[in-house]
Structures are given as structure tokens and as C-alpha cells.
């Protein structure tokens, strides 16, 4: 299969390139293709420009290459921080750019004007890993994780219809290098139970 692994996340000593990592090396050690993007390495530009936004907007060729590898993937694997109850803004970004129109969704004609958008997405499975630094009740009971909404009902739920899985390792900051390589083990389970060896 072809799986596209996203991580955005600033320091390359991070949890966060650590679950990345892993994810790929057990993608690939599973047979699957694998395109993997450091957004931050890359240098990825989140600003939208506004004659991108229609379907027939102008895209930039970088831009454009995203756009067909997502539209083109069996399966995505997702990699970032909870900040602020969202995706670092370079993320948010990739979303605006890339999960565009005529890639990720599409406009059903005469529907009435409420514009409900029908999924283009061929995923088969999509996978989420976030850190935090908040215990997983809090998240919930204080704020409703928000990021749970934002990725399986505001974004893949409107963009196809895969099997959908995410994660919070939390706490971090307070985290032991045996937790950590426990929450490591727990995403090759994850990845090799969504996208088992070829």
C-alpha cells in the first residue's frame, strides 16, 4: 500500500519525530511504500493564497505534489502535538492547501445549497498520533478533545471513508524513557494492525 506519513513538529529530538520515525520503519519493515514529510524540514508554507482556494485555483507545483500524493495514498499516518487543542499552524496549513478541493473532497451539484461536500479520498485507514502535556481526563471533561473532532469528524470524516484511529501520549514533560519506548512499542502495534505486513 501507499502510505503517506505527516509529522509536524519543530524539534527533531522530539516524541513526536520518535512516533514518526517508528511508524515508518514499521511501514516499511510491513512491506508498504512509504512517502514520509518533516514539514518543518521541508519548509513547508502554510499561508493559502486566495486564488487557490476555488477547485480550478492556480496551485503552485510544490503544492501540487502533496495534493497527488494524498489523493493518490491507501493509507495516512498523522504525527503532531496538541497545541492549543489543535495542529501546529504548518499543519493547519497542509490542511488548507492540500486537503483541498477536487483532491480531498468535492461539491455534490444541485444539493440544495448547503454545500455537503462528498469524499475523493481512496484511504483505507487513516492513523493519528498526538503528545500533550495535559492527563487525558482533563482533555476530555475540561476541553472535549478537540482534536479528536477536528481529524476524524472535520476532516477525514468529510473526505472519505476509512477506518479511522488516534492516539494521545500524555504526559510528556513528566514522561520516563521507559514510558516512551512503551508508547513506541504501542505505535508499531497501531501500524501494523491498520496496515498489517504485505
Same mark, same amino acid.
Given at each position: 500500500?501507499?502510505?503517506? /506519513?505527516?509529522?509536524? +513538529? !519543530? =524539534?527533531?529530538?522530539?516524541?513526536?519525530? %520518535? &512516533?514518526?520515525?517508528?511508524?515508518?520503519?514499521?511501514?516499511?519493515?510491513?512491506?508498504?511504500?512509504?512517502?514520509?514529510?518533516?514539514?518543518?524540514?521541508?519548509?513547508?508554507?502554510?499561508?493559502?493564497?486566495?486564488?487557490?482556494?476555488?477547485?480550478?485555483?492556480?496551485?503552485?507545483?510544490?503544492?501540487?505534489?502533496?495534493?497527488?500524493?494524498?489523493?493518490?495514498?491507501?493509507? /495516512?499516518?498523522?504525527? +503532531? !502535538? =496538541?497545541?492549543?487543542?489543535?495542529?501546529? %499552524? &504548518?499543519?493547519?496549513?497542509?490542511?488548507?492547501?492540500?486537503?483541498?478541493?477536487?483532491?480531498?473532497?468535492?461539491?455534490?451539484?444541485?444539493?440544495?445549497?448547503?454545500?455537503?461536500?462528498?469524499?475523493?479520498?481512496?484511504?483505507?485507514?487513516?492513523?493519528?498520533?498526538?503528545?500533550?502535556?495535559?492527563?487525558?481526563?482533563?482533555?476530555?471533561?475540561?476541553?472535549?478533545?478537540?482534536?479528536?473532532?477536528?481529524?476524524?469528524?472535520?476532516?477525514?470524516?468529510?473526505?472519505?471513508?476509512?477506518?479511522?484511529?488516534?492516539?494521545?501520549?500524555?504526559?510528556?514533560?513528566?514522561?520516563?524513557?521507559?514510558?516512551?519506548?512503551?508508547?513506541?512499542?504501542?505505535?508499531?502495534?497501531?501500524?501494523?494492525?491498520?496496515?498489517?505486513?504485505?
Amino acid at each position: 500500500m501507499n502510505i503517506s /506519513v505527516i509529522l509536524a +513538529h !519543530p =524539534n527533531k529530538e522530539s516524541l513526536n519525530h %520518535a &512516533i514518526a520515525s517508528t511508524a515508518v520503519e514499521q511501514l516499511r519493515t510491513n512491506g508498504h511504500s512509504v512517502s514520509f514529510h518533516d514539514l518543518y524540514r521541508e519548509g513547508f508554507d502554510p499561508v493559502l493564497l486566495a486564488d487557490e482556494i476555488p477547485k480550478d485555483g492556480r496551485v503552485p507545483d510544490g503544492i501540487r505534489k502533496y495534493c497527488d500524493e494524498i489523493a493518490a495514498a491507501e493509507g /495516512v499516518v498523522i504525527v +503532531h !502535538p =496538541n497545541w492549543w487543542g489543535q495542529p501546529p %499552524a &504548518i499543519l493547519a496549513g497542509w490542511i488548507d492547501r492540500v486537503m483541498r478541493p477536487g483532491v480531498a473532497y468535492e461539491f455534490l451539484e444541485d444539493d440544495g445549497g448547503e454545500g455537503v461536500p462528498r469524499g475523493l479520498l481512496k484511504l483505507k485507514a487513516v492513523l493519528v498520533f498526538n503528545t500533550s502535556n495535559t492527563p487525558a481526563d482533563r482533555e476530555k471533561e475540561v476541553f472535549g478533545d478537540p482534536l479528536e473532532a477536528i481529524w476524524k469528524d472535520c476532516i477525514f470524516g468529510l473526505c472519505g471513508d476509512a477506518e479511522f484511529y488516534r492516539r494521545m501520549f500524555s504526559v510528556v514533560v513528566t514522561s520516563s524513557d521507559v514510558q516512551r519506548r512503551e508508547w513506541l512499542k504501542d505505535v508499531r502495534q497501531a501500524v501494523s494492525k491498520f496496515f498489517p505486513p504485505q
